[in-house]
């Protein structure tokens, strides 16, 4: 850190006071006022530094000691040249002020920014006698300004055209030096214009509805061709990616990245004319002027070469129009290189230099030369095709390409004229490589752009038929099940039923796993039946294929990361259909596919993800929330719900009371039942295991359809299908599933309005097992299970609906009509139990909810059903109890309860006080009653306690939240649970069984 000067610095405040007062201005008032906002310094007429205030130290980094009698250069940089300081010497010299931004240097080195204003002091003789500066740190201003230069210089390099315009009134605020020179305006002109002064194809409002799915975050970019005006006029094919950048602080902003596609339109064209070159008219006339026209070259031409070395031109285009034929010498030429070394050569300037020999170059002014090798089916080259051009050229890969394409087309038609029958064979591998180098393309832009898996593969099986004459393209994916299949996932040009019933597989040792696809998806490599009349590998499947006409077919194989993911496979009507060359660009584009699978996969994978987080976090937080309350509620419900049992046992024969107490003590119920709801899907599965028991479900389901057909409306019909025989067992509790059961007729009901039927089916579970995604909790599941259905024929339920069915209080029904609770606890109960959930529904068609039910284990253990009778339970008379509990209410309630059951009671609402009593008289007591949730001492601590003075002694453990209680703890200690609210009823049998235990 700097160290300041001291405040009773004398020399330097003197001069500077003697320096204010001169001019007039109290000192003291001033220098406060600088030393807060300013750099301050005086030096003498050398530049000597006399004064230093606080804040020059701080952001030079010199001590004041440092600074003074220093000269001023000791914070002077090498930005400056010594023109600039020579002017401000003579500047101040001659008693005139001077301002300006100085770069000066900190004592690490570091460069700093001020803005300076330099004062000469006069003397008594009106010369300067020193200098005060008054400089303002502006290193932060022009950091900023230097970060957003190079910003727009990074801009203005990219090969790109960069526009950014205000997204309300869509104005350019940037354009970079490649979009100001692509429409022919200066950068100044264009910041005033509008994206729709430069495109023709849009005005204001079409362009507004071309924005809107952005504005609307509907997407999140945009990518489209258009056409872009330059400014003579002439109309410019590009491709635009749009965005809008988000900024509240400056507005929002879109980015348009634009780059113009002529090269590939031209190519694209060349490539139309070159597979439609007339063989009858001048072949090697079209070839050239589609390469010229391609390119932007001078001149385009095709020559023969024969054993002579003598170079014979076929087809030349100069400069739009068709030139003379000749002939010249090959050696000295870069003819002479590329058909000598069969390679591509490309010159990209100086080519006279390079070959002198060639006074032909020389002759028309050549200055950049590409030749490709013509190159028949056999590899031997005949030819060359070379374009020349008067400007240097730069090597372009998609040019490359375009000559490759055009050599081998022009050596294919040097070959027809010698064997016409081969040109047959060479034509058609000419016309496959070029569509199959335009489905490639095609299949990539659908990769790049694909949003959805099953889409994808249907567009790349149709691509593939339209556009390369395959008889027939299907995908089939593999599957890991025993059988190990291979299942038909996407297909096109399949007419007439191949696929429907056929049966294909990648086991090795299944004669349906020797065909192409299986092998290729067994071994990882491109698999082709060049004949499968004559294939042994193909019999399965050879009637079948010959009645479609096939007889040729490849596997590519699907791999990614090394993983199989299943096989492309391209079927032919003639053999031998598949060319090397045509199969490595199949087998590109197939690693594409899969590549594009994969990401696709990636993409729903990660938003699956975060649904299921999404849904996890709500349920958590409404678990959180109900086992906050659920407590205190159920403390309070117990108290009302007990005295209400104590009023009714007192009302006697008032048949007013009697119904006046039934409805108070109805309505805790209905607390209690919604409370009991909530906490369903609130607890932590590993907390209440419910898999330790497992239960037939089939008594539950027909006592549970009994009582609720006496509900229900006769227009409702219930129909319950059972399987035909076997016994099946699932872990879940009677209640739990009765639950599930009752929600979801329920809601069947109020989908069909109280009409029709509902159909509630069991089915056993199946041999395979089942992989699917649950409609509940988002996860992918698989296994075997029962699966329970309910099935309406309602109204039905939206995509967008069912993505919510699931949430806590997400409801369709009226305000009145439902609390939207159902199907939550449904997902809490059934997920409880290590099941999942699947819905098929779709407007107008019904819904069928089906339930996923794992299978019970030999761990689990059975449980009664539902109607079993309880213990007998044994007379209470003068047993002694002690009970805790914190609530007033509920110990009053318990101990008046109680002793109505001639029992001695003694009641303590202080833990700490109970366990000092029974302490004092352990003997006393059969029984001991606690609350678990009390300040100080818990009811666990208090039983742990008691236990060690009494092991024998019965306890019971009650709480308005059964989840906060140790089971494991509970069990060691052989402690009973109760659960708030509870009747008085459930009370005495625990009672019972906890007497009886004993015994």
């Known amino acids: 850190m700097s160290e300041y000067p001291p405040e009773n610095d004398e020399p330097a405040a003197n001069h500077l006071a003697q320096a204010l007062d001169q001019a007039g201005i109290p000192s003291r008032l001033l220098e406060q006022a600088l030393n807060q906002h300013a750099i301050v310094s005086i030096t003498d ?279 003379p034929l000749f002939e010249y010498p090959l050696p000295g030429t870069p003819c002479n290189d590329v058909c000598g070394e069969e390679i591509s050569l490309t010159v990209e300037h100086s080519v006279t230099q390079r070959y002198p020999e060639a006074r032909l170059l020389a002759d028309i002014d050549a200055v950049s030369y590409r030749g490709e090798p013509l190159a028949t089916a056999d590899n031997q080259v005949v030819g060359v095709l070379w374009a020349i051009d008067d400007k240097p050229r730069a090597d372009n890969p998609t040019e490359r390409a375009l000559l490759q394409v055009a050599a081998r087309r022009a050596a294919l038609e040097l070959q027809r004229k010698h064997d016409l029958g081969q040109l047959r064979q060479a034509n058609r591998e000419l016309d496959e490589l070029v569509r199959a180098l335009r489905a490639l393309s095609e299949v990539n832009q659908h990769i790049v752009h694909a949003k959805d898996e099953q889409q994808l593969l249907n567009d790349i099986c149709r691509i593939l038929v339209e556009e390369t004459g395959y008889r027939m393209a299907w995908v089939g994916y593999k599957r890991n099940d025993a059988s190990k299949r291979v299942e038909v996932v996407a297909h096109a040009g399949h007419q007439t039923g191949y696929l429907d019933h056929i049966e294909i597989s990648w086991d090795a040792h299944s004669p349906h796993g020797q065909g192409p696809t299986g092998s290729a998806i067994r071994e990882n490599r491109v698999v082709i039946c060049h004949d499968m009349f004559n294939d042994p590998r193909f019999a399965p499947w050879r009637e079948r294929a010959r009645a479609q006409g096939y007889t040729s077919s490849i596997a590519l194989p699907l791999a990614h990361d090394g993983e199989i993911l299943g096989a492309l496979n391209l079927y032919a009507a003639e053999p031998h259909a598949f060319p090397e060359k045509e199969v490595k660009l199949l087998s590109e584009m197939a690693n594409d596919l899969a590549f594009g699978i994969a990401h696709l996969r990636a993409a729903k994978e990660k938003a699956r993800l975060e649904r299921q987080l999404r849904q996890s976090q709500k349920m958590e937080a409404l678990g959180h929330l109900t086992a906050g309350i659920a407590h205190d509620f159920n403390n309070i419900l117990a108290s009302i ?5 104590l009023a009714l046992q007192q009302a006697g024969d008032d048949a007013r009371l009697q119904r006046y107490l039934g409805e108070v003590y109805s309505a805790g119920e209905r607390a209690r039942d919604i409370i009991a709801q909530m906490l369903s899907f609130g607890r932590d599965q590993a907390s209440n295991p419910s898999h330790s028991i497992s239960i037939d479900p089939v008594p539950v389901m027909q006592e549970t359809l009994s009582m609720l057909r006496a509900s229900l409306p006769s227009t409702l019909e219930l129909k319950l299908e059972l399987p035909a025989s076997g016994k099946l067992s699932v872990p879940m509790d009677p209640g739990a599933l009765q639950q599930v059961l009752m929600n979801l007729v329920i809601n069947a009901r109020d989908a069909t309005n109280n009409k029709g039927e509902v159909v509630i089916r069991l089915l056993p579970p199946v041999t395979e097992p089942l992989a699917a995604e649950c409609a509940s909790c988002g996860g992918n599941f698989s296994g075997r299970y029962a699966e329970l259905q309910v099935i309406d024929q309602g109204h039905g339920l939206s995509k967008d609906t069912l993505k919510h069915i699931f949430e806590p209080f997400f409801t369709t029904k009226a305000v009145d009509k439902g609390t939207g609770m159902g199907l939550a606890v449904i997902h809490g109960v059934v997920h409880k139990a290590g099941g999942h959930i699947l819905v098929d529904s779709r407007p107008g068609e019904g819904s069928a909810f089906r339930i996923l039910l794992p299978l019970a284990t030999d761990q689990d253990e059975q449980t009664a059903q539902p109607g079993g009778e309880y213990p007998h339970e044994e007379t209470l008379h003068q047993k002694r109890a002690l009970i805790v509990d914190d609530e007033a209410g509920i110990l009053g309630f318990l101990q008046e309860w109680l002793e109505s059951q001639n029992m001695q009671v003694t009641a303590f609402q202080d833990s700490s006080n109970a366990l000092e009593h029974f302490s004092q008289h352990a003997d006393a007591y059969d029984l001991l009653i606690s609350d678990q949730t009390m300040p100080l001492l818990t009811g666990m601590e208090l039983c742990k306690a008691v236990r060690k003075l009494r092991p024998d002694l019965p306890i019971i453990v009650m709480s308005g939240y059964n989840d906060v209680i140790d089971r494991q703890v509970a069990e060691e200690l052989s402690v009973a649970f109760i659960e708030k609210p509870f009747t008085p009823d459930t009370l005495l049998h625990q009672i019972a069984r906890a007497f009886g235990n004993k015994e």
């Not at 220093?70 to 010299?93: G, P």
């Not at 719900?641 to 049992?645: N, V």
């Open 45 to 323: 007429t050398a530049g000597n530094i006399t004064y230093a205030n606080p804040r020059f130290c701080q952001t030079s980094g010199y001590s004041q000691a440092e600074l003074l009698g220093k000269n001023h250069r000791i914070v002077k940089s090498e930005a400056h040249d010594a023109e600039f300081f020579r002017h401000l010497w003579q500047t101040i010299s001659s008693g005139q002020t001077w301002q300006g931004m100085i770069q000066n240097r900190r004592k690490d080195g570091s460069p700093y920014w001020v803005q300076s204003t330099i004062v000469p002091i006069p003397g008594n003789d009106g010369l300067p006698q020193g200098y005060i500066s008054i400089r303002t740190d502006v290193t932060e201003r022009i950091l900023a300004k230097q970060e957003y230069q190079n910003f727009q210089h990074i801009l203005d390099q990219t090969l790109d055209c960069v526009f950014i315009f205000d997204a309300a009134s869509l104005r350019f605020l940037y354009v970079n030096q490649g979009a100001a020179r692509q429409v022919g305006y200066r950068r100044a002109e264009l910041l005033g214009m509008t994206p729709f002064d430069i495109n023709p194809q849009w005005d204001r409002k079409a362009f507004e509805s071309l924005l809107r799915p952005l504005r609307e975050g509907l997407q999140e970019k945009l990518i489209f061709e258009a056409r872009q005006l330059h400014r003579s006029g002439r109309q410019i094919p590009v491709e635009i990616f749009l965005q809008l950048i988000r900024d509240t602080r400056n507005g929002d902003r879109f980015i348009a990245i634009v780059r113009d596609i002529s090269e590939r339109q031209r190519v694209n064209r060349a490539l139309e004319k070159m597979s439609l070159a007339d063989p009858q008219q001048d072949i090697f006339f079209q070839l050239c002027e589609a390469v010229a026209e391609a390119l932007g070259v001078a001149r385009v031409g095709i020559s023969h070469v024969g054993e002579d070395n003598i170079a014979r031109v076929l087809g030349y285009y100069h400069n739009g129009q068709p030139g």
């Open 641 to 645: 719900m007990g005295y209400t049992e």
